[in-house]
Nanobody, 119 residues
Framework: QVQLVESGGGLVQPGGSLRLSCAAS????????MSWYRQAPGEQRELVES???????NYADSVKGRFTISRDNAKKTVFLQMNSLQPEDTAVYYC?????????????WGQGTQVTVSS
């Protein structure tokens, strides 16, 4: 079975850092583009950053320079290093996988991990 399991969320003070992990199983990880989405209360889910199977990345303007996405194909894991966290970053963060060849046919989601930035 396909699984995406996020971890690393929690409560952090403004200006602090967190490192999220998403462990994948049940599919050919290296062939998938991986992304982090987030959804704040009362708001739509938004794309935060993504990394292709080739390693190229895209970042939302709101997190550029603060967040870094990376992947380890051997460990089938994608990471999100979050620095200089702000209260506006508070949200549930979701791991997403899309097949690089047929993204419309193979799309997977994790259950999400809560990130709360507050003093």
């Amino acid at each position: 079975q396909v699984q995406l399991v996020e971890s690393g969320g929690g409560l952090v003070q403004p200006g602090g850092s967190l490192r999220l992990s998403c462990a994948a199983s049940g599919f050919t990880f290296s062939r998938f583009a991986m992304s982090w989405y987030r959804q704040a209360p009362g708001e739509q889910r938004e794309l935060v950053e993504s990394i292709t199977s080739a390693g190229s990345t895209n970042y939302a303007d709101s997190v550029k320079g603060r967040f870094t996405i990376s992947r380890d194909n051997a460990k089938k894991t994608v990471f999100l290093q979050m620095n200089s966290l702000q209260p506006e970053d508070t949200a549930v963060y979701y791991c997403n996988a899309k097949h690089s060849w047929v993204p419309n046919d193979y799309i997977y989601w994790g259950q999400g991990t809560q990130v709360t930035v507050s003093s």
